[in-house]
């Protein structure tokens, strides 16, 4: 019989099947043989094709009597590529002593194979009686998130499988584990600029038309917007040039074209589309034109019955009342806060995407125990 108590070494098994983004196969069927004995039925599929998929994502549901509550939790196993430099194996999931305490290295280990690692912890601490507790998971978080989350959620629409409360495991806490969750994430829209304009030799403009002076215009305009101050739960709204690019490797040539990209993070004082229009406008009014792609739209779950619960769990563990927060980027969250309110909880953010990514073993165990109070708390409410 599995010890699941063992949170390390439900990790340790995730860790060790590699699962670059987009993840398929084996880290699925870690994760399968780890659910499907506590009573999980589990359904995979796979979607998408080339170049943003095949994607395979898994929804695991084990129900609990009529009428009882429906608890989720959501999380990915795709990992960002590990990269170079790591002082052992990215996928070994190597134990190490520390000064602090014994650590769990390997890609994933923070974000976020640690966390679900905890879920089935916790699932397992859980009574099937006390309700119906759920796993969204996707292979497809750390990519475009084109195939993952969004097609689980039409999944579940078709099933009828539509949880009350989620929680999503992504490394929320900064300093310590239970210092942040975060009840909403701001909105993402990315725009490429492109100017036109007529190709020639320098010593003679009047035969050619610059697109670098209208780009240089046009960008200026954008760089001097003031988007707001924010708001009660949000932080000003940002906007960023993240690219310029030209390609002229002709010293005495004006280009033919200009083409620059920025990102925006905004609160919910705006909308992607709303935005979109704005930049639209201003490229037009330069002789560009503009192509946005919305990542996602702000959104918060207002404190209350869910957060509170999280921050009773998380205190009787650590001592520590969580800030709610909507700093950093976007999650999944983003997807799942249309089927029911949805909060984020998880471990220390301080080594994820490096390399010797790393997570404290007392965590690890420390998060499951806070995950299955989330739940009891959740099914009882």
């Given at each position: 019989?599995?010890?699941?108590?063992?949170?390390?070494?439900?990790?340790?098994?995730?860790?060790?099947?590699?699962?670059?983004?987009?993840?398929?196969g084996?880290?699925?069927?870690?994760?399968?043989?780890q659910?499907?004995?506590?009573?999980?039925?589990?359904?995979?599929?796979?979607?998408?094709?080339?170049?943003?998929?095949?994607?395979?994502?898994?929804?695991?549901?084990?129900?609990?009597?009529?009428?009882?509550?429906?608890?989720?939790?959501a999380?990915?196993?795709?990992?960002?590529?590990?990269?170079?430099?790591?002082?052992?194996?990215?996928?070994a999931?190597?134990?190490?002593?520390?000064?602090?305490?014994?650590?769990?290295?390997?890609?994933?280990?923070?974000?976020?194979?640690?966390?679900?690692?905890?879920m089935?912890?916790?699932?397992?601490?859980?009574?099937?009686?006390?309700?119906?507790?759920?796993?969204?998971?996707?292979?497809?978080?750390?990519?475009?998130?084109?195939?993952?989350?969004?097609?689980?959620?039409?999944?579940?629409?078709?099933?009828?499988?539509?949880?009350?409360?989620?929680?999503?495991?992504?490394?929320?806490?900064?300093?310590?584990?239970?210092?942040?969750?975060?009840?909403?994430?701001?909105?993402?829209?990315n725009?490429?600029?492109?100017?036109e304009?007529?190709?020639?030799?320098?010593?003679?403009?009047?035969?050619?038309?610059?697109?670098?002076?209208?780009?240089?215009?046009?960008?200026?305009?954008?760089?001097?917007?003031?988007?707001?101050?924010?708001?009660?739960?949000?932080?000003?709204?940002?906007?960023?040039?993240?690219?310029?690019?030209?390609?002229?490797?002709?010293?005495?040539?004006?280009?033919?074209?200009?083409?620059a990209?920025?990102?925006?993070?905004?609160?919910?004082?705006?909308?992607?589309?709303?935005?979109?229009?704005?930049?639209?406008?201003?490229?037009?009014?330069?002789?560009?034109?503009?192509?946005?792609?919305?990542?996602?739209e702000?959104?918060?779950?207002?404190?209350?019955?869910?957060?509170?619960?999280?921050?009773?769990?998380?205190?009787?563990?650590?001592?520590?009342?969580?800030?709610?927060?909507?700093?950093?980027?976007?999650?999944?969250?983003?997807?799942?806060?249309?089927?029911?309110?949805?909060?984020?909880?998880?471990?220390?953010?301080?080594?994820?995407?490096?390399?010797?990514?790393?997570?404290?073993?007392?965590?690890?165990?420390?998060?499951?125990?806070?995950?299955?109070?989330?739940?009891?708390?959740?099914?009882?409410?």
């Amino acid at each position: 019989m599995r010890d699941y108590s063992d949170v390390p070494a439900l990790a340790e098994e995730l860790i060790a099947a590699p699962s670059v983004t987009p993840a398929t196969g084996l880290v699925f069927d870690v994760l399968e043989g780890q659910l499907a004995p506590l009573g999980f039925a589990v359904h995979r599929f796979v979607a998408g094709e080339a170049p943003d998929g095949p994607v395979e994502n898994l929804f695991a549901i084990r129900k609990g009597p009529e009428g009882t509550p429906h608890f989720a939790f959501a999380g990915h196993l795709d990992v960002v590529p590990p990269g170079e430099g790591w002082t052992a194996a990215s996928f070994a999931a190597e134990r190490r002593q520390a000064p602090g305490g014994e650590l769990l290295y390997g890609r994933g280990a923070v974000d976020m194979k640690g966390a679900i690692a905890a879920m089935v912890s916790a699932a397992a601490q859980v009574p099937q009686e006390a309700g119906t507790i759920s796993f969204i998971i996707t292979g497809d978080e750390e990519g475009p998130a084109i195939h993952g989350t969004r097609a689980l959620i039409g999944l579940m629409r078709e099933r009828g499988e539509i949880p009350d409360l989620c929680l999503v495991g992504e490394p929320t806490s900064v300093n310590r584990l239970g210092d942040m969750m975060k009840i909403g994430r701001r909105g993402s829209v990315n725009i490429w600029l492109e100017v036109e304009g007529r190709e020639g030799h320098v010593a003679y403009p009047h035969l050619a038309d610059n697109p670098l002076s209208k780009l240089v215009a046009m960008l200026s305009d954008l760089n001097a917007l003031h988007l707001d101050d924010g708001t009660d739960w949000f932080q000003p709204s940002n906007l960023e040039i993240t690219d310029v690019e030209v390609g002229n490797p002709a010293t005495n040539v004006i280009p033919a074209r200009a083409k620059a990209r920025l990102s925006i993070r905004f609160n919910d004082r705006h909308s992607g589309a709303s935005l979109a229009k704005m930049v639209t406008d201003i490229a037009a009014r330069h002789g560009g034109t503009a192509r946005p792609v919305i990542s996602g739209e702000a959104f918060v779950t207002q404190p209350g019955e869910f957060s509170t619960m999280i921050a009773a769990a998380v205190e009787a563990e650590t001592g520590l009342v969580p800030e709610a927060s909507t700093t950093g980027g976007t999650s999944d969250a983003r997807f799942l806060k249309d089927l029911c309110p949805v909060i984020e909880f998880g471990l220390t953010n301080a080594t994820m995407h490096k390399r010797d990514e790393a997570v404290a073993v007392d965590d690890l165990a420390a998060l499951a125990r806070i995950y299955a109070r989330i739940a009891r708390a959740a099914l009882t409410r």
